[in-house]
């Protein structure tokens, strides 16, 4: 079946630091979502991607979607401690249903 | 615009028995899908509901069932429960689904004693 992967699981930075998640799924994606989940909290929609090659931002996030539509990343420049969470893609192939990536949970030192 | 409520918001039950979890989406929003997050498995994807009918599910036992009522309500339904079915069970509504942004609820943390 679809399988989404992310790396690395775990990613401890110094604030100030840059971050970047990565997603791989084991197929082409029609389109890929990314959410942040703060500890205790609900996962919160960040952005979505359609188009092959597309790279969207927000502020100091960066969003890209391989031109493959199988790999997607998440950049984040200068963390700071309000970054931290941890950060899902979701990924759909034509089904009704999103396949979520395993996480990557980030810890911001300050 | 109130957001996704989801009742209980934590609840304990032992083996063997059953629980019903509620999901009230936001006002418009057709769509209703659950998802069950653990530590090790992540969120996994259960079923997705819209316009009452379940357009989709994942790979959990018949154990695990859902509906959605017609003013876009849904429940899920665990039967015969087990120690691993321990969880935080969320549900996102969106305005017509795939591909559409996913608002969460807070979630129905189960445990299972």
């Known amino acids: 079946g679809q399988q989404v992967m992310q790396i690395p699981q775990y990613q401890h930075v110094q604030e100030g630091e840059d971050f970047t998640t990565y997603c791989n799924s084991s197929?082409?994606?029609?389109?890929i979502q990314w959410y942040k989940q703060r500890p205790g909290g609900h996962p919160v929609f960040l952005i979505q991607?359609?188009?092959?090659?597309e790279v969207k931002k927000q502020k100091r996030l960066t969003f890209q979607f391989g031109e493959a539509k199988k790999n997607s990343s998440l950049h984040i420049t200068a963390t700071q401690t309000t970054d931290v969470g941890t950060y899902f893609c979701?990924?759909?192939?034509?089904?009704?249903?999103?396949?979520f990536g395993t996480g990557t949970r980030l810890k911001v030192l300050a | 615009k109130a957001g996704v409520t989801q009742t209980p918001r934590y609840l304990i039950k032992t083996r063997g028995q059953q629980v019903t979890l509620s999901c009230s989406p936001i006002?418009?929003?057709?769509?209703v899908s659950w998802y069950q997050q653990t530590p090790g498995q992540g969120l996994q994807f259960l079923f997705e509901?819209?316009?009452?009918?379940?357009?989709n599910k994942g790979n959990f036992p018949g154990r695990f069932s859902g509906r959605q009522f017609s003013n876009s309500r849904s429940e899920m339904n665990v039967s015969t429960l087990e120690l691993g079915d321990s969880a935080l069970y969320l549900c996102?509504?969106?305005?017509?689904?795939?591909?559409?942004?996913?608002?969460f609820g807070e979630g129905s943390r189960l445990t299972v004693l």
């Open positions: 996102a509504s969106s305005p017509l689904g795939v591909p559409g942004e996913l608002f």
């Open positions: 979701a990924g759909t192939s034509g089904t009704y249903k999103y396949i």
């Open positions: 509901y819209f316009s009452e009918t379940q357009r």
């Open positions: 197929t082409t994606l029609s389109n």
């Open positions: 006002s418009g929003h057709r769509s």
């Open positions: 991607l359609v188009k092959s090659g």
